[in-house]
């Protein structure tokens, strides 16, 4: 698994070539006035069903805002707030909530060797994700986690790595996976 995991990355890699566009994370602190209330103003989410943002690698953020900003991904709520930025906007709130710092805890009594094999190559054991391509799962609510898990599944949402995990996953697996995620600690602390 490790070994597939290592090769697949070093695809992603030469694919994301494409260097960002730098953002500002004090203009993209402004832009989160706009997040706040779904997402926090440093990233911890405030409603169930948002995703904890604060942490999360800037790359990865801004590729999920642009997605949603295409169409690639939808959301009712996302598509609409995401039609609404500028391209520099979107860099800029990245690097808001990017420049923030997510650590995590596991619950007592489970260890690292008690994670999901086949995710830790990407997400780690402790969802804190070990590459900038991918999100951290630490503490995301696990209907997020499943939800998105069943849309890579069914194809509402597609990424070459991630529909091909999510495709030999039952609904079983899936769930547990979810919960691991679910039960770590996360903290954010912020840039200031
Ligand atoms: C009304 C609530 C709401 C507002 C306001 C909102 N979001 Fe979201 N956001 C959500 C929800 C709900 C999701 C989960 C979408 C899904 O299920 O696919 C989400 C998903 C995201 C994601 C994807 C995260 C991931 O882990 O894949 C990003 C990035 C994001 N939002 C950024 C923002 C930014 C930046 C703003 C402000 C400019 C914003 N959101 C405003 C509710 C909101
Ligand atoms: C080889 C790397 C890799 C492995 C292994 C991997 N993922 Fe991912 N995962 C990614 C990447 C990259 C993304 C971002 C997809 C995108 O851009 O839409 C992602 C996205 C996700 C998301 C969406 C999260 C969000 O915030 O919207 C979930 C949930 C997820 N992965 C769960 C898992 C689980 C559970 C496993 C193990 C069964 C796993 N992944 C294994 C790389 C990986």
Redesign the pocket.
């Known amino acids: 698994m490790r070994a597939a995991a290592l090769i697949i990355l070093g695809g992603l890699t030469l694919a994301g070539g494409t260097p960002l566009s730098a953002g500002d994370p004090a203009e993209g602190r402004k832009?989160?006035n706009?997040?706040r209330?779904?997402?926090g103003i440093d990233g911890l989410a405030q409603?169930p069903?948002?995703?904890n943002?604060g942490g999360?690698p800037e790359a990865y953020?801004e590729s999920?805002?642009m997605a949603f900003k295409t169409g690639a991904?939808e959301?009712e709520?996302?598509s609409v707030?995401a039609a609404g930025?500028s391209a520099q906007q979107i860099s800029d709130?990245a690097a808001w909530?990017g420049a923030h710092v997510a650590s995590a805890r596991l619950p007592d009594g489970v260890s690292e060797a008690d994670a999901p094999d086949a995710c830790v190559s990407c997400h780690g054991a402790d969802g804190i994700a070990l590459l900038p391509e991918a999100?951290n799962l630490a503490g995301e609510v696990n209907i997020?986690i499943d939800?998105?898990l069943k849309a890579f599944r069914t194809g509402k949402r597609r990424h070459d790595i991630m529909s091909s995990i999510a495709a030999e996953m039952t609904d079983e697996e899936i769930r547990a996976v979810a919960d691991w995620y679910a039960a770590v600690q996360l903290e954010i602390t912020g840039p200031e």
Do not use: W
């Open positions: 832009v989160a706009m997040c209330t779904c997402h409603i069903i948002a995703p943002i999360e953020l999920q805002l991904r959301h709520m996302m707030v930025l709130v909530y999100p997020y939800t998105q």
